[in-house]
């Protein structure tokens, strides 16, 4: 599929050093040109690596690449899952188990550099509404956010790893219309949690959102 072309030759972009962390991508029109794709494909291919943590898409601004902890690929994950046959329930619950604790190391030692993509995110997922693809980019951005905040880098790149994979699951399902504006709630009441250093009511906030996530996850796979 040409998005995936995409996101190979970004990839190699930044294996290759051609671009460093923090550093602006080329534009869209840029790209369509260099890569010989749709203007679509790019867009694809670009949040399609922003789910992974590897680029931060900026309104307004343009595309960088991600500057936070080191992004571990989820295909090992995925590997294993398909293996031994790992249940949607269990990953919720490992995903569940990681957060709660992540939210409440953000709270307790988040600084304010580290609090301002929290809160981009959620300015970002009420901005997108809408439009359940951005939401869903935004979603992502917010907990890989939420992961560094914690001050570490191994649990940041694990919540990204478990993160991808949901993407791919939910990227399918995502436009299957429902009202995202509590969703989006919800998560400003988290990043509320972290930025008054309440990691009791961060944690207790993070526990009930993905209960509810699992529930909508679910909602959404029924036919």
């Given amino acids: 599929m040409a998005n995936e072309i995409v996101v190979r030759h970004v990839r190699d972009l930044i294996v290759s050093g051609k671009f460093k962390p923090g550093q602006r991508l080329p534009t869209e029109r840029e790209l369509v040109r260099d ?15 922003a789910a992974k943590g590897l680029l931060v898409i900026r309104h307004g601004s343009g595309t960088y690449v991600a500057a936070g902890p080191p992004v ?18 269990q990953m919720f619950e490992a ?39 951005a939401f869903l980019i935004e979603d992502i951005r917010f907990h890989a956010a939420v992961g560094a ?7 940041a790149s694990v919540v990204e790893m478990i993160s991808a994979m ?8 995502a436009d299957r219309g429902r009202d995202l504006r509590p969703v ?7 990043y509320q949690a972290i930025r008054d250093r309440e990691p009791g009511r961060a944690a207790h906030r993070m526990g009930e959102h993905l209960i509810q996530a699992e529930k909508d996850q679910q909602a959404e796979d029924a036919p």
């Fill in 35 to 49: 890569i010989g794709v749709s203007r679509t494909s790019v867009r694809a291919g670009l949040q399609a690596l």
């Fill in 72 to 89: 571990l690929d989820c295909e090992p994950l995925s590997l294993l899952a398909a293996l031994h046959g790992f249940t949607r329930n």
């Fill in 184 to 190: 989006a709630e919800v998560h400003w009441q988290i």
């Fill in 149 to 155: 905040a914690s001050g570490n880098p191994i649990l």
């Fill in 166 to 173: 949901f993407y791919e699951q939910r990227r399918q399902t």
């Fill in 95 to 133: 995903r569940r188990t990681l957060e709660v604790s992540i939210a409440r190391m953000a709270a307790e030692r988040a600084s304010a550099e580290q609090l301002a993509p929290i809160s981009d995110a959620v300015s970002g997922m009420f901005a997108a509404c809408e439009d359940p693809q």
